[in-house]
């Protein structure tokens, strides 16, 4: 297996090209490959543009509709709820937190959630978003179930994502993106693919006990929450906000949103997502909020380092130094980034990839 670098600009010409061959137009397919390759700058392959080939895979069979727009159907001062029609979610879901940044402006917060969508990536693309604006985001998002709960056996809960991003003064912004699985479930299938083991923790088998084999998975076993009981606890949490409060999907209702997946019932996925902008300069002066964030990042990086320990990161800094390194020079995408995306261009009838192949090792 190979993996291939590629010039962001690149990446993204090349994905736009296929999004305008499955009929999906021009601003939606360009605000959805600069979601995709921002989240593949971040280092973060599995949420970043692998999802496209499956993603598009849902609008030839009317899972979503290219010619579909995401609309607000309820709102009040600082809150809104949109229907985003099955329309490309990724445009509807930045629509929702640019929403919810506008209310925060005007209300001090803006809490904005969608119904009738589907796999919006990386939740903490769209917390950046406010952070960009001087406001702290969150994202978060509900999953088909592929998650055990303690004192479960099989798939109960989705891997529902929580984001968050905090402007930090002179720093680039704080940013916190994760599944509450210990892993999200790609990082299970490319080891699969890879036919390597996978570190404890991570999955279950069929009777409800750890395991190191991802062979069985998806088909059988599931992941397990992160840090036991509190990862249940925050999935939990993101099930209520983006599914019970917005008349979502709940838990086994949402199909897969990868259609092809072997027993996935047919229908709209029908995902809830939320999204959340607060105004820290309504509560506090912006500038005392940028000292303050200012001053617990350097506390942050000064703490006492554990022995062998050369640097401490805050969330979000890996991700802005590999992004600065991807637009300068270029990046590397992983063998199953570029399967993918290879076989996505067999299936729109790209001939020609901007690739150079890198034999790994
Ligand atoms: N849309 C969906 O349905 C869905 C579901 C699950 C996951 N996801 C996405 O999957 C992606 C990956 O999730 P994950 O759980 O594998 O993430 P992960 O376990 O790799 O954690 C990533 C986060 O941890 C921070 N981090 C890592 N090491 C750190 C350190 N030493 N110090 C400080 N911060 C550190 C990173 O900055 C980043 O914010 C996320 O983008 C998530 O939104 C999406």
Redesign the pocket.
């Known amino acids: 297996m190979d993996s291939a670098k590629v010039s962001v600009k690149d990446l993204e010409n090349f994905i736009v090209e296929a999004m305008h061959r499955y009929g999906i137009h021009e601003e939606d397919a360009h605000v959805s490959a600069n979601i995709l390759v921002t989240?593949d700058t971040w280092g973060?392959h599995?949420?970043g543009t692998r999802q496209l080939r499956p993603l598009l895979k849902n609008f030839p069979i009317k899972r979503l509709d290219s010619e579909a727009t995401s609309e607000v159907i309820r709102e009040g001062v600082a809150w809104a709820m949109v229907d985003g029609h099955h329309s490309m979610p990724f445009v509807s879901a930045q629509r929702a937190m640019e929403l919810a940044i506008q209310k925060a402006k005007a209300a001090g917060i803006g809490y904005v959630s969608v119904i009738h969508t589907s796999?919006?990536?990386?939740?903490?693309y769209y917390a950046t978003l406010a952070a960009e604006q001087g406001m702290i985001g969150m994202a978060m998002?509900n999953?088909d179930p592929n998650m055990v709960i303690p004192g479960a056996r099989g798939k109960v809960l989705?891997?529902?994502?929580i984001?968050y991003a905090v402007p930090a003064g002179q720093n680039k912004p704080v940013?916190?993106?994760?599944?509450t699985?210990a892993?999200?479930?790609n990082?299970i299938i490319r080891a699969k693919l890879l036919g390597q083991s996978i570190p404890e923790g991570w999955l279950v088998n069929a009777e409800g006990e750890p395991t190191t084999d991802p062979s069985g998975f998806p088909e059988s076993g599931a992941l397990m929450p992160?840090a036991a009981h509190k990862g249940y606890g925050f999935a939990l949490l993101v099930e209520v906000l983006a599914g019970v409060m917005t008349g979502a999907a709940l838990t086994k209702e949402q199909p897969s949103w990868v259609p092809d997946i072997p027993g996935n019932p047919p229908g709209f996925t029908n995902q809830g997502q939320m999204f959340i902008a607060i105004d820290a300069g309504a509560m506090i002066s912006p500038e005392i909020f940028d000292q303050r964030m200012d001053w617990l990042v350097d506390y942050i990086h000064d703490a006492p380092k554990a022995k062998g320990s050369e640097r401490?990161?805050?969330?979000?800094?890996?991700?802005w130094e590999k992004r600065e390194q991807a637009l300068a020079n270029g990046m590397i995408l992983p063998s199953d980034v570029v399967d993918s995306l290879r076989g996505l261009a067999h299936d729109v009838g790209i001939k020609t990839l901007p690739f150079e192949m890198v034999t790994d090792n």
């Open positions: 989240t973060v599995t949420h796999h919006f990536g990386a939740a903490g998002c999953a989705g891997t529902n994502p984001a940013f916190f993106d994760i599944a699985s892993a999200a479930a990082k992160m401490i990161y805050l969330p979000g800094e890996m991700e």
